[in-house]
C-alpha cells in the first residue's frame, strides 16, 4: 500500500522528432509541471524539450538527475527524493520512459516503494511501427538491439526467422543509425526471399517512412537508412 508521504512518478514521453512537437499531447506538459525533480536519460536534450513544452520554464529551479544505466547512486537518489515527497519525471532520450529505456529500473524502484506510477500517452517507435506494418499486432516479440558480433546476429536473424514461421509472431527489434545498413545486409543474405520485413525509419518525422516488403522485394531496391532512426518488424 502506497503511502501518502511518497511522492508520485510522472513517466514523460518525448519526441522522436524534435521538429514535430505537435505528437506530444497537451497533458504532458500539466504532468511536467508537477514535478520538482527529473531523471533523464540526457539532461541537454531533456532541458530543451521541456523548454520547448514550456517556455517559461525556470530551468534551474529543478533537481536534475542523470539515469545512465540507473547505478546504484542514482537508485538511491530517487528512493531519497520519493521519501522527501517530491514528484519526479523520468525522461528517455526519445519515445516513452520504461520501454527499451533504462527509465525502467528506476521505475522497478517506485514499485517497490508503493509510490504512485503515472504513465502518460507519447509516440512510441516500437507500436507505432507494429500498427502501421500489417504484421502480426496480436502476437509481437521486441528483442532491443541485436548482438555488435556478425556471426551471432546472423545466428539471432535466423532464429527470429523461424519463430515467426513457426508461431506467426512479428519479431520487432532495432540497430544503432550507423549500423542500420549493415544490418539490412545481413537480413537480405540470411533469411528467406519470401519473408516480410517493415522498415519503419524517422517515425513522426517529415521523412517518415514505414514500408513492408518480401526480402525479395527489398533486394531489388534497398532503402538509403545510414544514420536514420529505424525499427525492424519480421514476419511470415
Known sequence: ??????????????????????????????????????????????????????????????????????????????????????????????GCPGVADPGQILIAVAQQMGAPVKPLVGPNSILLGLMASGLNGQQFQFHGYLPIDAAQRNK??????????????????????YRNTALLDAILQHCRPETRLCIAVDITGTNESIQTRTLRDWQKNKPELHKRPAVFLLGS
Open 156 to 177: 539471432l536473424l535466423k532464429e527470429l526467422e523461424q519463430e515467426t514461421i513457426k508461431s506467426g509472431s512479428t519479431q520487432i527489434f532495432i540497430e544503432t543509425p
Open 1 to 94: 500500500m502506497a503511502s501518502s508521504a511518497l511522492g508520485s512518478v510522472y513517466l514523460i514521453p518525448c519526441y522522436l522528432d524534435e521538429d514535430h512537437l505537435e505528437v506530444i499531447p497537451a497533458y504532458v506538459l500539466e504532468a511536467a509541471q508537477q514535478c520538482q525533480v527529473f531523471f533523464v536519460e540526457n539532461e541537454r536534450t531533456s532541458r530543451r524539450f521541456l523548454k520547448k513544452l514550456w517556455k517559461e520554464m525556470i530551468i534551474d529551479n529543478y533537481d536534475w538527475y542523470t539515469i545512465h544505466k540507473a547505478e546504484q547512486d542514482v537508485k538511491d537518489q530517487f528512493r531519497q527524493q520519493l521519501q522527501r515527497g517530491k514528484n519526479i519525471g523520468i525522461l528517455s532520450e526519445a
